[in-house]
Nanobody, 111 residues
């Protein structure tokens, strides 16, 4: 059974940083492209970043230069390092393996 477990989000002030993790089980993590999405209530889920099995990363324009996706196949884990956070980054963040979603974790950027 495929399972993605995300770390707890949190509260952070604008300009602050937060790092999310997502640990996978039940999949061949090393060959899977992993991604992060986010969703604000009442709005569609928005793609944030992707990292291929080969380590190639891609980012939404809204987070480019501020967020960094990384992965470690030996730990079946993908991370999202979020720097220079803005109030508009407030959302529930989800990791995705292409067929499975994590449970979602709330990140709140408040001033």
């Amino acid at each position: 059974q495929v399972q993605l477990v995300e770390s707890r989000g949190g509260l952070v002030q604008p300009g602050g940083s937060l790092k999310l993790s997502c640990t996978a089980s039940g999949i061949f993590f090393g060959i899977i492209t992993m991604a992060w999405y986010r969703q604000v209530p009442g709005k569609p889920r928005e793609w944030v970043a992707t990292m291929s099995s080969g380590g190639s990363a891609d980012y939404a324009d809204s987070v480019k230069g501020r967020f960094t996706i990384s992965r470690d196949s030996s730990k079946n884990t993908v991370w999202l390092q979020m720097n220079s956070l803005k109030p508009e980054d407030t959302a529930v963040y989800y990791c995705n393996s292409g067929v499975q979603w994590g449970q979602g974790t709330l990140v709140t950027v408040y001033s």
